[in-house]
């Protein structure tokens, strides 16, 4: 399932494209104004849907403004089709361009092939089982909460994340955070994994998994 954004400021458009695109498993959050995407924390979608005609601001405008933000694919929505628009959209930053009127199999086709091949390197932010991280200002999330977690504590779960599913032992993990000059020991990585693990109870989050012999790994 990935998180996706759609604005537009015809709400019946947005409410059937969240529609179609829930259908596919798809978490969708609803935005009706450029206004509305800056009041929200928009750097956690994995794509944008974005109506290049709105009032106040255009979406060209608020690509620019968010696209050094956001590492997620931005697809604009229009019924504009000259070749002069679609040029100056794709370079304020977005990765393509959907004219309207659309059916909901071109939408899904569309998003979905932007999905699957969606390489870029995660510079900004990074959304993993349930947790937000802000890998500029060095935060995790949950829920928009910010976790009150130590420099170390930040880096373990930061590493973990961004290699999800791979196991670590704990020596490796231990260079990671600390280097290879490091003047702590190793077990010290098992320390800051438990004061994880009881930070995050309280929000019944659970991702990082013992494996036995082994190390650990974020699921």
């Not at 537009?8 to 959050?29: C, F, N, P, Q, W």
């Not at 709105?54 to 070749?83: H, W, Y």
């Amino acid at each position: 399932m990935s998180r996706i954004l759609v604005v537009d400021d015809e709400e019946d458009l947005v409410r059937l494209i969240a529609t179609i695109l829930k259908k596919s498993g798809h978490e969708v959050v609803m935005a009706c104004s450029a206004k509305e995407v800056l009041e929200k924390d928009y750097k956690f979608f994995d794509l944008i849907l974005l109506d290049v005609m709105m009032p106040e601001m255009d979406g060209f405008e608020l690509c620019k403004q968010i696209r050094n933000q956001v590492d997620a694919p931005i697809i604009f929505l229009t019924a504009k089709s000259m070749e002069n628009d679609i040029m100056y959209g794709l370079a304020t930053g977005a990765d393509d361009y959907l004219t309207k009127p659309f059916g909901a199999g071109e939408l899904r086709a569309r998003v979905e092939a932007h999905l699957r091949r969606e390489q870029r390197e995660k510079k900004h932010t990074l959304h993993v089982s349930g947790v937000d991280f802000n890998l500029t200002g060095k935060e995790m999330l949950i829920d928009g909460e910010r976790m009150s977690l130590t420099k170390s504590e930040y880096l373990i779960c930061e590493y973990l994340a961004c290699n999800k599913g791979q196991v670590f032992t704990k020596e490796s993990i231990y260079e990671k955070v600390y280097g290879y000059e490091g003047e702590s020991d190793v077990s010290t990585i098992t320390v800051h994994i438990k004061n994880i693990r009881i930070k995050l109870k309280p929000y019944n989050v659970s991702p990082i998994e013992t494996v036995w012999g082994i190390g650990y790994k974020w699921v």
